[in-house]
């Protein structure tokens, strides 16, 4: 079976500073991985995604997200933070070959203040 | 291109009563997947459709039931509503012409049983 953790349920930064969500992975198979981005009140947004083509991974919005194998890892980082950042964000994992089946991380909400 | 649509946005039912929750994917897309997000649980993977047939299932009861039609429009159905089944009720789809595809949300249906 395969999961992902987020640590921390909740995150907050300052606006300029550095954004770094934290998700971890567990998989018997090499994972396909995905970050999500959800607001209030809508659906979710992919922000970039992991499929073996390159560990680092660019996505919107200026976010990037690497994968290290040695660590189990895919940590969604952003140079600077933004209020239009704050939001819900999602780790999701999905079994080799398809990605119609996410399992997804309980989520870190993002705050970002002045 | 228009995207996932989810009708209705909002809806209250009883205990007991039944409900049927409605998804246009995006045009072009034959891949529909259901997923239920509560504050507890979390984001949960209700099932998946491809071509009017059910793909994968996640570990819900039988209450929970869905559909495909050839249009690619896909319905899920609620029987025997429990206070629990209260949630955020997200509709994805995807194009699946790639071996990994990014799935699009709808907004959600925001269920409320009383």
């Known amino acids: 079976a395969q999961s992902v953790t987020q640590l921390g349920s909740h995150v907050s930064v300052s606006e300029g500073a550095l954004v770094l969500l934290r998700c971890n992975y567990s998989?018997?198979?090499?994972?396909?991985l995905f970050w999500y981005v959800q607001y209030p009140n809508q659906g979710l947004q992919l922000l970039l995604k992991?499929?073996?083509?390159?560990?680092l991974v660019k996505g919107i919005n200026g976010f990037e997200a690497e994968f290290k194998k040695s660590e189990t890892s895919f940590h969604l980082t952003k140079p600077s933070a933004h209020m239009s950042d704050a939001a819900e964000y999602f780790c999701a994992v999905s079994r080799t070959g398809t990605a119609s089946k996410l399992t997804f991380g309980t989520g870190t909400r993002l705050q970002v203040t002045l | 291109k228009a995207g996932v649509t989810q009708t209705p946005r909002y809806l209250i039912k009883t205990r007991g009563q039944q409900v049927t929750l409605s998804c246009s994917p995006i045009s072009g897309h034959r891949s529909v997947s259901w997923y239920q997000q509560t504050p507890g649980q979390g984001l949960q993977f209700l099932f998946e459709y491809f071509s009017e047939t059910q793909r994968n299932k996640g570990n819900f009861p039988g209450r929970f039931s869905g559909r495909q039609f050839s249009n690619s429009r896909s319905e899920m159905n609620v029987s025997t509503l429990e206070l629990g089944d209260s949630a955020l009720y997200l509709c994805a789809s995807s194009l699946e012409d790639r071996v990994v595809d990014e799935q699009y949300f709808g907004p959600g249906t925001r269920l409320t049983v009383t």
């Open positions: 992991y499929t073996s083509a390159a560990t």
């Open positions: 998989s018997s198979v090499p994972p396909y």
